[in-house]
C-alpha cells in the first residue's frame, strides 16, 4: 500500500513537473512565431506603420489561455498623415486560445488596452485617418470560417471582452472645427462580439469630457459616467438600449431605442434622451464657468427639464427629425461665500428640425432673462432655414453692472471687473434681403454701450474701456467711439462696419472703414515669446553661431480671409522687436487674407522710412508670404544693427560703422518656423548708399592693415559709398563697390557674406600716395574666413601680371633687348675666327649682365617693399623672381642670336 502511495506521488509529482515545465516553454517556443504573426497581419491589412518596443508572451495571468503583450506599441499614419499617431499605447494585451496556437491559428478573445492614447482626425476635405484598412482585407469577415487554410490572416477575432485602463481620446474634427477630448478613460466592454446577436454591457468612467465647437469650450473638463445593456444585432448591425445610465457632473439621464446601419454610410435612429430627475443645480454643473470648487455648497432653487430625441435616416444630405429642448423656471443662485445672488432666471431653449433636410433645423430661444444685483437683463435668438437662407430675429436689452459681478461669483484671486454694459438691441433679418441689398426689409436699431470697464488678472495686462459704442442700422454698424488700453498700449477708433449679419451667420466677409489712433503700441505685447525674441534679443549678435532664439518656432498671424477693411493708422509711436517707429501713418487694407500697406511712413531706425508692402497667409497659413518696398533715408548703421537681427545676421559690418546711411530696397520672404529658416529663403535687391562714415575696427581690415604696417585701414573715414546688394539662397551678395580710405587710396571689393557669417570677396587695394612707388600701388587681395576669423590673402598672379605689362622689365635693366641685339650683328662683319669667338663673349657677357641687372633690382624692389609690411614683400619677392625669370630667358635670346651670326660667318 505504501509502496503504491509513494509511487503514484512520485507519478504525480512528475507530471505536474512536466506540466509547469510546459507551461513555461510554451511562451519561448511561440513568442518568436507570435511576433512574426502581428508584424504579418499589420502589414497585409494596415496602411499605417506598426512599432513596438518588445513583446511578451505569458500562458499565467490568463490560464488557460496565452496573453501576448505589446509593451509600448504605436501605430502611425503615412501619407498625408504621416507623423500622426493614431494610437498609442503604454501596453496592449491580447489574449488568444492556446489550443489554437498550438495548431497555428491564432484566435482574439480579449483586449486590454493601458495608458492608450487615441487620435481620431477629419481633415478638412473629409479624408479621416483612421481609415487605415487596405480595401482587399476589409472585404474579410473576422469569422471562424477564416482559421481554414487558405485564410488570408492567422489572426481571427472571438473577442469576449475589450478593457481600457487610463486611456484617452481625441476627436479633432477639422472639417466641422469641432473637437472632443476624452481624459482618463476606464471601462470595459464585454459580449460575444463574434455571435449574430449578442448582449453587450459596457461600463465607463471618465475622468475629464471637453467638447469645443469655433474655438468655444461648450464641456471643460467635466466628468462623465457611461453604463449600459445593449442587445446587438451583427448581422443587421442594429444595437438596441436595454438599460442605460449617463452622467455628466450632476447631470443624470438615460437613452432608449435603437441604432441601425444602413448601407455603407447610412445610420437609422430611433433614440430618446431622458432625465426626468435634472434640477436647476445640476444644469449649472456643467457650464464651465460655474463647477468651481466651493460648487458643492451653491445655493439654487428653481425647477429644470431637459428632454429630446432623433428619429430617421442620416444619410447624404438626408437628416433624421430630431428635437432638444431645456426648460428653467424662476431659478436663482448663490455661493455660499458671496453676499448677492443671480435671481429670476428663466431659459426656454430648443433646437428642433422635422427631417429630412438640414436646413429645416430651427434654434429658437426665446426666453433668456436674469436680474443681477437689480438689473434686469433679457435677451432672445431664433434662426431658421440657417443653410439656405438665413432668417435671424434677436433681441436684447438690459444692464450688466460688471463691479457686481465679484459679489456673486468666485473671481480668481487677484482678479479686478467693474464697468458697465448696456444693451437695447433688436434684429430682424433675412440673409437674402442683405445679400440684395433690400435695406428696407431688414431691421436693425439700438445700441451696445460700454464705459469705464477695467479688467485685471495676474495672468495678462490690465484691459480698460474708457468707451466703446456700436449703433446698429439695417446697412451697417456706427463704431462712433473705441478708446482701449491694454497695459501701456492705447487705441481708439472710430468707424464703420458693414454686412455684420452675413458675418454672424454666414461666415460672409465683415467689410469696414476704421480710423485708427495710437500714442503707444508695443506689438512685442500681444505676440508669442519666440516671435519677440527672434526679432531681436541677442547676447552676441556677431557670432557665428545661431543663438537659441533663432531657432525657436513661433505661430505666425493668419489674416482672416472674411474680412474686408479700409484702415487709415495714424500711431505717435510703435515698438516691435527692438524696433522703435514714430508718427506712423499711411493707408493699411485688410483683404482676402492679406495686409496690404500702401505708402506707409514712419520715424525708424534714427531716419525716415517710406514703406509699400503686404503680409499674406491666403495660399499658405503656416508659411505668409511678405513683400516690401522700402525706401530708409539717413538712417543710423548702429541703431539698426542694435535692433534689426537680420541686420545682425547678414551685415554685422554695421556693428563697425559711424554715420548714417539711405537704401531702397524691394524684398521677398517666406515667413517659416523660425528666423534663419526664413532669412534662407528670403530675395531682395537694393542700393545702400552713405556720404559720411567713419569705419573702425573691422577685423578683415586690421588684418590687412597689420600686413602692409599701416593704420590706415584700422580707421578711416569714407564719402559718397554707393554698395548694389542682392541677397539669394541666404547669402548678401554685394557687386563691385570701392570706399575711398584717404591719401589718394582706395579699397575695391565685390562678394558675399552667408548667415553663418563666412565671407567670401575680392578686390583690391590702392595704396595711399605715402605707401606706394613706381613698382608698388595695387594690390590685389582676397578675404575669405569668417566676420570674427578672416583670412588675408594675396592674388599673385594678377599682381605679377600688372608688374609686367609694358616695358617694365626693360625699364629696370636699362635698356631693351632688341637695342642690345643690334649691337651684336653690328660686330659680325670683323675678322671671321675673332668674330665668332667675340661674338660668344659678348653674348654670354650681356647674358651675365642682364642677370646680375635683373637681381640687382629685383633686391631694390623688395627692399622698397620691405617697410610696408608682409604683404608688401612677398608681391615683391614674386615680382623678382619673375624679373630674374624674364631676364634668363632674353639673355638666351643674346645667346641664340650669337650662334645664327657665327654660321652666316662660317658659310661665307
Known amino acids: 500500500m505504501k509502496k503504491g502511495v509513494k509511487k503514484g506521488l512520485i507519478i504525480g509529482g512528475g507530471v505536474f513537473v512536466l506540466l509547469l515545465a510546459i507551461m513555461i516553454s510554451i511562451p519561448f517556443l511561440f513568442k518568436d512565431k507570435i511576433k512574426d504573426a502581428v508584424i504579418d497581419a499589420a502589414n497585409k491589412n494596415l496602411n499605417a506603420e506598426l512599432h513596438v518596443k518588445d513583446f511578451g508572451v505569458s500562458i499565467f495571468s490568463n490560464f488557460p489561455n496565452i496573453t501576448l503583450s505589446l509593451e509600448d506599441m504605436s501605430l502611425s499614419g503615412i501619407g498625408d498623415f504621416a507623423g500622426d499617431t493614431l494610437v498609442r499605447a503604454k501596453s496592449a494585451n491580447v489574449t488568444l486560445n492556446i489550443m489554437q496556437v498550438l495548431k497555428g491559428n491564432y484566435e482574439v478573445s480579449k483586449i486590454n488596452m493601458n495608458g492608450a492614447v487615441v487620435y481620431a482626425k477629419v481633415l478638412t476635405d473629409g479624408r479621416v485617418n483612421w481609415g487605415i484598412v487596405k480595401v482587399d482585407s476589409a472585404e474579410v469577415t473576422p469569422t471562424a470560417d477564416n482559421n481554414k487554410e487558405g485564410s488570408s490572416s492567422s489572426f481571427n477575432l472571438k473577442l469576449q471582452k475589450v478593457s481600457l485602463d487610463n486611456c484617452q481620446l481625441t476627436y479633432d474634427d477639422q472639417q466641422s472645427n469641432m473637437k472632443v477630448i476624452l481624459n482618463n478613460w476606464n471601462g470595459e466592454v464585454s459580449g460575444d462580439f463574434s455571435a449574430n446577436n449578442t448582449t453587450l454591457k459596457t461600463k465607463s468612467t471618465i475622468g475629464e469630457v471637453s467638447f469645443i465647437m469655433d474655438g468655444i469650450p461648450y464641456l471643460s473638463k467635466i466628468k462623465g459616467l457611461a453604463n449600459a445593456t445593449i442587445d446587438a444585432d451583427m448581422e443587421k448591425i442594429k444595437f438596441t438600449f436595454v438599460e442605460s445610465d449617463l452622467q455628466l457632473n450632476d447631470v443624470k439621464a438615460s437613452i432608449d431605442g435603437s441604432l441601425a446601419m444602413v448601407g455603407e454610410e447610412g445610420m437609422d435612429f430611433d433614440l430618446k434622451l431622458k432625465a426626468p430627475e435634472t434640477q436647476f443645480k445640476d444644469i449649472l454643473s456643467i457650464l464651465p464657468a460655474m463647477y468651481t470648487e466651493d460648487f458643492k455648497d451653491i445655493k439654487t432653487s428653481g425647477t429644470a427639464s431637459m428632454d429630446g430625441f ?35 432666471i428663466n431659459v426656454e431653449m430648443a433646437i428642433s428640425n422635422k427631417g429630412g433636410s438640414f436646413d429645416n433645423t430651427i434654434i429658437d430661444i426665446s426666453k433668456f432673462n436674469f436680474t443681477m444685483a437689480g438689473n434686469p437683463f433679457a435677451a432672445s435668438l431664433n434662426i431658421q432655414t440657417p443653410m439656405s437662407d438665413p432668417n435671424l430675429k434677436a433681441h436684447m436689452k438690459g444692464i450688466i453692472d460688471l463691479a457686481v459681478i465679484k459679489e456673486v461669483y468666485p473671481l480668481d484671486k487677484g482678479t479686478e471687473l467693474n464697468g458697465k454694459l448696456t444693451a437695447d438691441l433688436d434684429i430682424a433679418a433675412r440673409m437674402s434681403a442683405i445679400e440684395k441689398e433690400q435695406y428696407q426689409n ?213 556693428d563697425k560703422v559711424l554715420g548714417n546711411y539711405s537704401m531702397s530696397m524691394n524684398m521677398n520672404a517666406s515667413m517659416s518656423d523660425n528666423l534663419l529658416q526664413m532669412l534662407s529663403r528670403l530675395t531682395a535687391s537694393g542700393v ?221
Open 442 to 654: 431688414v431691421h436693425a436699431s439700438g445700441a451696445l454701450k460700454m464705459n469705464n470697464m477695467i479688467y485685471k488678472s495676474s495672468d495678462m495686462q490690465d484691459i480698460v474701456i474708457n468707451n466703446a459704442e456700436l449703433g446698429f442700422t439695417p446697412q451697417y454698424v456706427n463704431l462712433s467711439s473705441l478708446d482701449v488700453k491694454i497695459g501701456k498700449n492705447d487705441i481708439s477708433a472710430t468707424g464703420r462696419l458693414e454686412n455684420f449679419i452675413a458675418y454672424a451667420l454666414k461666415d460672409q466677409t465683415l467689410k469696414g472703414q476704421l480710423s485708427l489712433k495710437s500714442n503707444y503700441f508695443n506689438l512685442n505685447d500681444f505676440m508669442g515669446e519666440s516671435t519677440v525674441a527672434a526679432s531681436g534679443n541677442q547676447q552676441n549678435p556677431t557670432d557665428a553661431t545661431p543663438t537659441t532664439s533663432s531657432n525657436q518656432s513661433s505661430e505666425n498671424f493668419v489674416v482672416p480671409t472674411n474680412l474686408n477693411f479700409a484702415l487709415n493708422a495714424d500711431m505717435k509711436h510703435v515698438i516691435y522687436g527692438k524696433v522703435d517707429i514714430t508718427n506712423l501713418k499711411g493707408a493699411i487694407t485688410v483683404k482676402d487674407g492679406t495686409i496690404t500697406m500702401q505708402d506707409v511712413t514712419g520715424n525708424a531706425l534714427g531716419g525716415t522710412a517710406k514703406v509699400t508692402g503686404s503680409y499674406s497667409t491666403a495660399i499658405d497659413p503656416k508659411n505668409p508670404k511678405v513683400t516690401l518696398n522700402a525706401n530708409i533715408n539717413k538712417a543710423s548703421f548702429a541703431e539698426t544693427f542694435k535692433s534689426v537681427e537680420s541686420i545682425q545676421k547678414f551685415a554685422p559690418v554695421f
Open 688 to 908: 545702400l548708399q552713405a556720404n559720411d562714415v567713419q569705419v573702425e575696427g573691422v577685423e578683415a581690415l586690421n588684418k590687412l592693415s597689420s600686413s602692409l604696417k599701416t593704420d590706415a585701414l584700422k580707421s578711416f573715414s569714407a564719402k559718397d559709398v554707393s554698395i548694389p546688394f542682392s541677397i539669394n539662397d541666404g547669402k548678401i551678395n554685394t557687386k563691385p563697390f570701392s570706399i575711398g580710405i584717404g591719401d589718394g587710396g582706395k579699397l575695391n571689393l565685390e562678394g558675399t557674406t552667408g548667415l553663418d557669417q563666412s565671407i567670401n570677396y575680392k578686390g583690391s587695394i590702392t595704396l595711399p600716395k605715402s605707401m606706394a612707388n613706381a613698382y608698388l600701388s595695387n594690390i590685389p587681395i582676397t578675404i575669405g574666413g569668417t566676420f570674427s576669423d578672416p583670412k588675408i590673402g594675396v592674388d599673385t598672379k594678377s599682381l605679377i601680371g600688372n608688374l609686367l605689362t609694358g616695358d617694365t622689365v626693360g625699364k629696370l635693366l636699362g635698356g631693351s633687348a632688341s637695342d642690345k641685339q643690334e649691337d651684336l650683328t653690328a660686330k659680325a662683319g670683323e675678322e671671321k675666327a675673332k668674330q665668332i669667338q667675340k661674338l660668344r663673349d659678348d653674348a654670354k657677357t650681356a647674358n651675365d649682365k642682364l642677370v646680375e641687372e635683373a637681381q640687382k633690382r629685383g633686391q631694390q624692389l623688395v627692399s622698397a617693399a620691405e617697410p610696408k609690411g608682409a604683404l608688401a614683400k612677398l608681391a615683391a619677392q614674386k615680382a623678382a623672381e619673375q624679373l630674374v625669370s624674364e631676364a634668363k630667358k632674353n639673355g638666351k635670346k643674346f645667346t641664340d642670336e650669337a650662334e645664327v651670326q657665327i654660321k652666316k660667318l662660317e658659310a661665307q
Open 310 to 344: 432623433i428619429k430617421g435616416l442620416m444619410q447624404g444630405e438626408q437628416y433624421p427629425a430630431f428635437d432638444f429642448k431645456l426648460l428653467i423656471n424662476n431659478a436663482m443662485f448663490q455661493y455660499p461665500s458671496l453676499p448677492k445672488s443671480v435671481d429670476n
